[in-house]
């Protein structure tokens, strides 16, 4: 494990908000669902939308660009671009990382 500042405060994260921090010149998407911290790459693997411009819903994040929606927690593609379903695998899903807060502040481990 190798734990890396996103300078984020658990404070500016809010329940069932989204941020985006920069670890490592990685762009990385933070959110917080209730008690539950998550934190996944911050450019969705389609073309590259700001994931944390999206929308955050109960048990999904939905790209701002063109809809592509992956699962939280875990980061699995649910739906593609324009939101079809069953995904046909040509969209990967999300990679996730293991995020805590020490200190006040969010860190993650990107590997
Ligand atoms: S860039 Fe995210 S769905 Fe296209």
Not at 5 to 23: D, F, H, I, N, Q
Request: negative net charge; hydrophobic residues 35%; contains cysteine.
């Amino acid at each position: 494990m190798s734990w890396k500042s996103t300078s984020l405060p658990l404070s500016e994260l809010t329940g069932g908000s989204m941020r985006k921090a920069l670890v490592d010149d990685r762009p990385i998407l933070l959110l917080r669902r209730t008690d539950a911290l998550f934190a996944f790459q911050g450019r969705c693997p389609h073309e590259g939308g700001v994931l944390a411009n999206g929308t955050l819903e109960r048990d999904r994040v939905i790209c701002p660009l063109h809809g592509a929606a992956f699962a939280i927690p875990g980061g699995t593609l649910l739906t593609d671009p324009d939101g079809i379903a069953p995904p046909s695998g040509d969209v990967p899903s999300l990679t996730s990382y293991p995020a805590r807060v020490t200190s006040g502040t969010v860190e993650v481990d990107l590997g």
